[in-house]
């Protein structure tokens, strides 16, 4: 299913994300239980600056752009991604 429109998109960012030892806790603003994934791997550049994160689980909707400020992707888990170009 391609959603076309960018209406049905959630642009604003209704989550905090925390980074753990090996794994990624998504707390979303207004649900009481926390979702919880392992990293299964990390992209970093040479200041060791994260730039993407791959996930065992999917922990975002179709309808999600962002959580944490992360922007989300993946149809079978999530893949967390991060501009890092900017200071």
């Known amino acids: 299913m391609t959603l076309t ?3 049905n998109m959630k642009d604003i960012d209704q989550a905090d994300i925390v ?3 090996g794994v990624v806790v998504i707390k979303r603003r207004g649900v009481s239980q926390p979702s919880i994934a392992v990293v299964l791997g990390a ?3 040479l200041a060791k600056r994260i ?3 791959w996930l ?3 922990v ?3 309808r999600d752009n962002t959580l944490g400020g992360w922007q989300v992707s993946g149809a079978i888990s999530t893949i967390l991604t991060k501009d890092i170009t900017s200071p």
């Open 56 to 58: 065992d689980r999917m």
């Open 5 to 7: 429109s960018n209406e």
């Open 51 to 53: 730039s993407r994160v």
């Open 43 to 45: 992209e970093s550049d």
């Open 19 to 21: 980074f753990g030892e």
């Open 60 to 62: 975002h909707t179709i």
